[in-house]
Nanobody
Framework: QVQLVESGGGLVQAGGSLRLSCAVS????????MAWFRQAPGKEREFVAA????????YYADSVKGRFTISRDNAKNTVYLQMNSLKPEDTAVYYC??????????????????WGQGTQVTVSS
């Protein structure tokens, strides 16, 4: 069993930056990869970024490449999402998720086992 708690969301103007954190506790040795998804009102949850726990390989949605950076600190059991050059279309609830096997690199939400409660990110124009 793994528990996740996100923090760092808030309101920012377009062009600004935010850093999200996700603290992971519980059976962390079972984690293969960690990811961020987001869900805007009236839209489906979408993949944002992922990182493998061991090798640190990273994956990004095309919409955030070059602007967002995912990283992890295994000693602190924490995954981060640095978001720069934010746009109003980045407004959403951001969720942290973890998965226990390599198939999670299909990067679809249904493959991830555990989820945080979400943190709101609002980008004003």
């Amino acid at each position: 069993q793994v528990q996740l708690v996100e923090s760092g969301g808030g309101l920012v103007q377009a062009g600004g930056s935010l850093r999200l954190s996700c603290a992971v506790s519980g059976r962390t040795v079972s984690i293969y990869a960690m990811a961020w998804f987001r869900q805007a009102p009236g839209k489906e949850r979408e993949f944002v970024a992922a990182i493998t726990r061991s090798a640190g390989s990273t994956y990004y949605a095309d919409s955030v490449k070059g602007r967002f950076t995912i990283s992890r600190d295994n000693a602190k059991n924490t995954v981060y999402l640095q978001m720069n050059s934010l746009k109003p279309e980045d407004t959403a609830v951001y969720y942290c998720a973890v998965g226990g096997a390599s198939y999670v690199l299909r990067l679809t939400s249904r493959d991830f086992d555990s989820w945080g409660q979400g943190t709101q990110v609002t980008v004003s124009s």
